[in-house]
């Protein structure tokens, strides 16, 4: 097993039938392979492919579909373009949300996928973007080096609190949530925190079970959206 996603490289050899690929050329490689047959595949859905495997990039050389590989532009540099499989995820994150001029984006977690959310949502126009997390020195870098909203709060806080600390930065609820890190006690702030109608888009998980009140959600109309891996994006 070869380890190592999130990979650019070269081109050095296609086969007869590849026309949109050509030798030299620079390219971001897909690492997720997914089986192309099974009925999730054809629909498109090849992120929740059964058969899934990674193949790793940690190599000098390594076969790879052709449809997985894209070309990257010239103004993306090599180190850039390894970063867009984590882009795909953000982005899909926010498109699943539908994420509008009116939206209060409350991201939960300092994850790349998380900043990556906050820059897509961001690009589109939210509102209001602020990314909420335990990690002191990941939102410090965020708030540091991308000027973006930021709470921090501790693990062992009360719901209380943390609510507080949203409204106060929003000045208002939220209407869209995105959780890229998902725990029993993050999916109750989410839900917590949103206006009635709003949505709330699950992207990471941080614990392996998060059991959250389903009553809360049916009472707030909440729209709960999975945004798992990334496809086609
Ligand atoms: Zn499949």
Known sequence: ????????????????????LHVGDRVVMESA????????CKRGLYNI????IYNGFLASYQTHPADLCHRLPDSIGMDEGTLAQ???MGCQACFKADISPTSNVLIIGTTPTAVSAAMCAMAIGAKKVTIAGTMDSALEM???ELGYHTIHYDANALFGEVLEAVYCKFQEWPNCA??????????NLAVM???PCSVCVLAECE??????NALDILMKNIRLVPSFRSANM
């Open 1 to 20: 097993m070869t380890l190592g996603h999130d990979a650019t490289g070269y081109v050095d050899r296609v086969g007869s039938s590849v026309h949109h």
């Open 33 to 40: 392979l997914s089986c192309g047959i099974c009925d999730y």
């Open 49 to 52: 492919c059964a058969d899934l």
């Open 86 to 88: 984590t882009l795909a």
């Open 142 to 144: 965020i708030d540091r």
């Open 178 to 187: 995105i959780n890229c890190a998902i725990t029993p006690m993050t999916m």
């Open 193 to 195: 925190a949103l206006q």
């Open 207 to 212: 614990s392996e079970c998060a059991s959250f």
